[in-house]
């Protein structure tokens, strides 16, 4: 990105703070939602989004496109984290009783 992209190294940063910033905000929300609809549930439905983060790289190379794309990537991939290691938990035997 700093080569290709012609990026300043504050733009390279920003981009992928706004990842981590959206992870941070919207982990409460699926563990919310997650309680009500089921682990499983959200880790489908952010299993269909996840895929397009990719894809909306290739659209523009916008800083501030970016950073909408890397919050729309955080906030998928915080629910696919929290609900795949708590199914994972729910899941095994000594986790029952």
Not at 25 to 35: N, Q, R
Not at 46 to 57: G, N, Q, R
């Amino acid at each position: 990105m700093l080569i290709d992209l012609h990026f300043t190294y504050i733009f390279f940063a920003l981009i992928f703070a706004s990842e981590f910033l959206a992870k941070v905000l919207i982990v409460t929300f699926w563990g919310k939602y997650a309680d009500k609809v089921g682990n499983l549930k959200v880790m489908k439905i952010v299993s269909f989004a996840i895929p397009l983060v990719p894809l909306l790289w290739l659209v523009s190379h916008n800083v501030f496109y970016l950073v909408l794309v890397q919050l729309f990537s955080g906030a998928c991939w915080a629910g696919f984290d929290l609900c795949s290691g708590n199914f994972i938990y729910e899941a095994a035997p000594w986790g029952n009783g």
